[in-house]
């Protein structure tokens, strides 16, 4: 077999330059000059004295809230298809399930086990950044483009969650690595891992494939580069990776393309969003605005190189980038999608050392500039971790900012575990089926092993179709139409309220009533402080010959006072309130999340007649209330104001907040 080496003598394997482009970042005559004619290089410092206990500390922090934070809607259901194996699922191919799969092989069923291979993988990132950039740009620059990568949040955030971008980023990273050094030295070796690594990429995220598309761009734009095609080796690594697109036509072409129709087709409107153009303003943001424009510069730069390594990353970050914010106006905006160019982030990082001392070089204050850079994208990093490990901090941080503003996504869920245990015991015979309203709540209990999988189902046909699981539910037997077939069994019909709005609530009940003789509701639990409230129901599977009447919670609204008015002391509160199929037994007004005293009655509004539902209220049309409220020490100021509305059958709904201005009439001395 012929050996193509298509370095074509460049010295930059062995000397750390990398062609054209490196000529302005090249290190050597640099350090040749004496210490005392120029001051230390911060960058150069850093990563010489400080890499690994900064790199330390970020993964002592992710190690620190992995092991803390409860698992979130996208973990739990990767560790539910690790528990059914299979080469594909509706939303990814099997690398992620298979992670989190082995976690829980190793240490159980914990949600640090789960992300046990993603944090491994995350806290390793820096090291491999450091082996794919030396052969290109040497050591010393190697060390600094792994200092810089804890420079970036979500670069420095990955391995904290079990997510695909996890795997994505490393095999990419291995990728580029086993590919530079297959055309440098031809081994045959390093031809087949990069196939092998690549088959995995493909096998783990549709968004892998833009590593090998920019490798194919190499091939096909850069003219040295171009002979690979005639290297058998070449052909061989190209068979193996295309071995990871096995799975995903495998199941797209038993399921009507449904995988890949929900990620190009149904996730997205396709219609134009203003919103989509602040995309790069964004990811600035997200990156820090000094890093986010130093990668933007050292991609131009590299695009303008003749070196093929060095067009190579550039072809592969200019993928990620520009296609992702050419698609932003358009793409889904119900789901986080802020993360997506990162894979192209993270290569630039190679070239972002010599690219940074090239525009600092003339600034007398350059020192300082690259001093900024680390400090704010460092801090960057620490903040986004503590961000998101705050949700493990609820008991400690709630007194302070209250219940609003921590996402509580990634707590609560053992305690709901617990109280879902003894519902059951409180009040079924034997184990009953587990109905939930969305598919995460059932993965919990899945995973709090609270009864037999099999018998877990969900009615969710909102997040579920977002999130492109609905198929793979399906498949499962976990839908409603799988649920009708278990007739005459009893079922918990569970609520995850806190998530839902009146309208959404409404409809699932209606849906869990469509499916059964009816339903009872038993009892109500508020977690994580009152950020999560959770409904529990009693229900009887059967097809029910006629429609029945369904018992929907309390809904009420506030007339007056209106949003933003100005009231004095002792203020009316006057709106309406009533429970369909059902009446409403008390109504508390909260201001500012406090029940205050107040004087009144409900009063009589036949004008609701033409309100769907109202009618059914067995008070109709005594729904009305109109109550004095007793200020008290109410402070001056601006304050919320809300209802909470307890039903005859004990469950409890809040009404929309509002927002009021209490300006007490000031008393003569």
Excluded at 97 to 124: E, I, K, M, N, W
């Amino acid at each position: 077999m012929t050996s193509v080496n298509t370095m074509n003598n460049d010295s930059s394997w062995s000397n750390g330059s990398y062609g054209s482009y490196g000529s302005y970042g090249s290190y050597g005559s640099y350090v040749k000059q004496s210490p005392k004619s120029i001051p230390t290089d911060p960058l150069r410092h850093l990563a010489s004295h400080w890499l690994w206990p900064l790199g330390a500390l970020i993964c002592a922090l992710k190690a620190l809230f992995a092991f803390r934070l409860e698992l979130y809607s996208d973990e739990i259901f990767y560790w539910f298809e690790s528990t059914r194996p299979a080469l594909a699922y509706s939303d990814l191919p099997f690398m992620s399930s298979l992670l989190a799969g082995l976690g829980t092989a190793v240490l159980g069923d914990t949600p640090f086990a789960v992300r046990l291979p993603f944090f491994l993988l995350g806290c390793s990132l820096p090291a491999v950044l450091y082996w794919t950039a030396l052969p290109l740009v040497g050591k010393a620059e190697a060390r600094e483009a792994a200092l810089l990568c804890l420079c970036l949040p979500l670069a420095s955030s990955l391995g904290l969650l079990a997510v695909p971008d996890v795997p994505v980023v490393f095999l990419g990273l291995l990728a580029i690595g086993f590919f530079i050094r297959a055309r440098a030295t031809d081994s045959l070796t390093h031809w087949l891992a990069t196939g092998v690594v690549v088959a995995l990429g493909l096998s783990t995220h549709y968004r892998f494939s833009l590593f090998p598309a920019g490798a194919v761009l190499l091939l096909l734009r850069d003219s040295s580069s171009r002979q690979l095609w005639r290297n058998p080796r070449t052909f061989i690594a190209f068979v193996i990776a295309a071995t990871g697109l096995v799975p995903v036509i495998l199941f797209n072409a038993s399921h009507q393309m449904g995988s890949l129709a929900f990620y190009l087709v149904d996730r997205h409107p396709w219609e134009f969003r203003p919103a989509g153009l602040l995309h790069l303003f964004e990811q600035a943001l997200l990156s820090t605005p000094l890093l986010y424009g130093l990668l933007l510069a050292t991609g131009l730069g590299l695009l303008r190189s003749a070196e093929p390594n060095a067009r190579l990353v550039a072809l592969i970050a200019a993928l990620h980038i520009v296609l992702y914010a050419a698609l932003a106006p358009f793409s889904d905006p119900t789901s986080t999608t802020l993360h997506w160019p990162l894979a192209g982030y993270i290569p630039l990082l190679i070239y972002a050392p010599a690219a940074l001392r090239r525009l600092t070089s003339s600034f007398a204050i350059g020192r300082r500039a690259t001093a900024l850079l680390f400090g704010i994208g460092y801090l960057g990093s620490l903040i986004a971790l503590i961000g998101v490990g705050s949700q493990s901090l609820h008991t400690q941080l709630q007194p302070i900012v209250g219940t609003d503003v921590l996402s509580a996504k990634m707590a609560g869920w053992a305690p709901f575990a617990v109280e879902t245990r003894l519902v059951v015991a409180a009040h079924f015979e034997e184990p009953p089926l587990i109905v939930t309203d969305n598919y995460y709540t059932a993965a919990q209990l899945a995973f709090a092993k609270l009864v037999d999988p099999n018998s877990i189902y969900t009615l969710d046909t909102e997040k579920a179709v977002r999130d492109g699981r609905a198929l793979q539910l399906s498949l499962w037997g976990m839908d409603t139409e799988a649920l009708i077939d278990n007739k005459d069994s009893p079922a918990l019909l569970i609520t995850e309220d806190s998530t839902l709005n009146f309208g959404q609530k409404k409809a699932l009940l209606q849906q869990a009533c469509a499916v059964s003789e009816g339903l009872k509701f038993l009892q109500q639990i508020d977690l994580v402080g009152g950020a999560k409230r959770f409904s529990f129901y009693a229900i009887h599977i059967a097809e029910p010959a006629q429609p029945i009447e369904c018992s929907i919670p309390a809904r009420g609204w506030i007339d007056s006072p209106a949003a933003g008015e100005r009231v004095a002391e002792n203020f009316t509160v006057s709106g309406w309130a009533f429970a369909e199929g059902n009446k409403v037994k008390l109504i508390r007004v909260l201001i500012d999340g406090v029940s205050m005293p107040y004087l009144g009655s409900r009063t009589e509004r036949e004008d609701l007649d033409i309100v769907e539902g109202a009618l059914l209220d067995s008070q109709f049309p005594h729904l009305g209330y109109r109550y004095k409220i007793e200020t008290g020490d109410l402070s001056p100021g601006a304050h919320t104001l809300q209802l909470e509305l307890v039903s005859d059958s004990g469950e409890v709904t809040n009404s929309l907040i509002t927002e009021f201005y209490f300006s007490p009439i000031p008393r003569p001395n």
